[in-house]
């Protein structure tokens, strides 16, 4: 089929192309700038260049995102966007990545996620709202910003269950020939850790002998993490835990 990714460039997108071309797709890597091999321009905090972009997919696995910048352009009205983009007569199956418990951690972020799905819903579109755990290297990239000289602090009794961003890829290339699910489902990692456990395998493995500190942390986003709304409670899980994925 003639998939489009959007986020192409992104830590997912770079695994998601060539799995999705493995199992024998014609893909196009949507990014604003559109460079490298099937690069296509396209940008959702402006609209420019999606028709374009999105002329002629039959699949699109929408991965892009912009947690740091303005988030509620490129992921809600973005999002908007693209749907209002994609040729219907055409599209049969629209993948959105989106995370494990985006409707029940108060943050900023997760909302707008939230708020992208809902728009997806009233649209109309044959869509799966493909709920997924933190990736291991984001892990990695969170625990190595978190410590302070010989001091790693983690949030008091934070529940998760990270995957590998790698199984995700192929999870989602299982996902684009199946029949939309109209609603969300969810991926994981193989096993939920607490944050501590996860940072003293990450010590361990970077032998940087850091010493990690739990700490507690007031607030409602605080409590959903430990009540452990981002574990996933249903759907299919990855292989690699976060241990196998440091080792190597
Ligand atoms: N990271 C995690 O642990 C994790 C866990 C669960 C779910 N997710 C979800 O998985 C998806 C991919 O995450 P990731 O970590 O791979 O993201 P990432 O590395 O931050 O990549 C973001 C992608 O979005 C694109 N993008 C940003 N602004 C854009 C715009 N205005 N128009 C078009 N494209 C734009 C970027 O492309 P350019 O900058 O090249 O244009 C880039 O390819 C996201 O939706 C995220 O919420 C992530």
Sequence with gaps: MDVLVTGATGRLGQRLAPALEGAGHV???????GAGPGGVRGDLATGRDLREALSGA????????????????????????????????????????????????????YRAKYAAEQVLLASGVPVTLVRVTQFHDFVDELLSTARRGPVLPVPMGWRVQPVDVGEVAEHLTGLVAAPPAGGVVEFGGPQELSAAELARAWVAVHGNGAHVVSTPVPGRLSTAFRDGAAVPSGGARGRRTYEEHLRA
């Design 27 to 33: 893909v196009r890597r949507m990014s604003r700038r």
């Design 58 to 109: 039959e699949v699109v696995v929408h991965a892009a995102s912009d947690p740091r910048g303005d988030t509620w352009e490129v992921d809600v009205a973005g999002t908007r966007r693209l749907v209002q983009a994609v040729d219907r007569d055409r599209l049969r199956h629209l993948l959105y990545v989106s995370i494990v418990g985006v409707d029940r951690i108060p943050y900023g972020y």
